[in-house]
């Protein structure tokens, strides 16, 4: 689980790292929105965002 300051400090990579785990963690086994966001350790805000754009664009 990532804390929301070390998210903050993710470089490039890493941030697509966290935002595609936290997407499939939604899409692929069911968590909702805001758990994903707890577990992950980043807002609620985030997780609708990239689960909005993964659906719309599929990436």
Do not use: C, I, P
């Not at 400090?9 to 994903?36: C, I």
């Amino acid at each position: 689980m990532e804390s929301k300051q070390g998210a903050r400090r993710l470089n490039v990579l890493g941030k697509e790292d966290l935002r595609r785990r936290t997407v499939n963690a939604v899409v692929q086994r069911g968590l909702s929105k805001a758990e994903a966001a707890r577990v992950f350790g980043v807002s609620r805000t985030s997780v609708h965002s990239w689960v909005d754009l993964y659906e719309a664009n599929g990436d």
